[in-house]
């Protein structure tokens, strides 16, 4: 069975500009979540889907975040414009309800300069 | 009080030796516990999930839950330098998991 997918895996911008980051969750994975994880501490939960509509994004800082799943399956995290403090590795995770296990992609590292 | 508290370590280990990990959490209703296991530069992988007071074993890794005292711990048994990464507890509420800030484990040879 395929793990979660992401891309890219690395990617190096200047602040003000924007970036998007891709994931394919697990086959039959209804629910499909994002986190940003700063070095040195723990995953923070962004943005959680169940199927393609949003269960919470309460801590999704919507003036520059925004996220979208389409059909269901894969997503889309855009950012828009960069700050500084937004370079963190951002993760995918899916799992097959929204209190089963979460199983993590292997993450977009985000530089921002 | 942060929802999920882990002490960040380091925590040193000789091999062969037990490590114990641990993990205080802030929200009574809490149902479903996880301790996943992140190598520098990789993504978190589950080790264990426990959802009862009690003891949970799997092979050298125990999960051990307290709601009571909102307490879970992992223990790793005959530690192993492979053992050595950073330890994320995890506290699934309502809807939400939320981790710790995580515990960095070094196992010595």
């Known amino acids: 069975e395929a793990g979660v997918a992401q891309s890219p895996r690395y990617k190096i911008i200047e602040k003000r500009q924007s970036v998007a980051f891709w994931c394919n969750p697990i086959?039959?994975?209804?629910?499909l979540y994002w986190y940003q994880q700063i070095l040195g501490q723990g995953p923070k939960l962004l943005i959680q889907?169940?199927?393609?509509?949003?269960?919470?994004d309460s801590q999704l800082p919507k003036d520059r975040f925004s996220a979208e799943r389409l059909k269901g399956v894969d997503s889309t995290l855009k950012i828009q414009p960069a700050k500084l403090e937004d370079s963190a590795v951002y993760l995918c995770?899916?799992?097959?309800?929204?209190?089963?296990?979460?199983?993590f992609g292997p993450g977009t590292r985000l530089t921002v300069l | 009080q942060k929802e999920v508290e882990q002490n960040s370590g380091p925590l040193s280990v000789p091999e062969g030796a037990i490590a114990s990990l641990n993990c205080t959490y802030s929200?009574?209703?809490?149902?479903?516990f996880f301790w996943y296991r992140q190598y520098s530069g990789k993504s978190p992988e589950l080790i264990m999930f426990?959802?009862?007071?009690g003891d949970k074993e799997d092979g050298r890794f125990t999960a051990q839950l307290n709601k009571a005292s909102q307490y879970v711990s992992l223990l790793i048994r005959d530690s192993q330098p492979s053992d050595s990464a950073t330890y994320l507890c995890?506290?699934?509420?309502?809807?939400?998991?939320?981790f710790g800030q995580g515990t960095r484990l070094t196992i010595n040879p």
């Open positions: 995770a899916s799992s097959y309800g929204t209190t089963d296990t979460q199983y």
């Open positions: 086959s039959g994975h209804a629910t």
């Open positions: 889907f169940q199927n393609n509509g949003v269960v919470d």
């Open positions: 929200d009574r209703g809490s149902q479903s």
């Open positions: 426990i959802y009862s007071n």
């Open positions: 995890a506290v699934q509420g309502a809807q939400k998991l939320v």
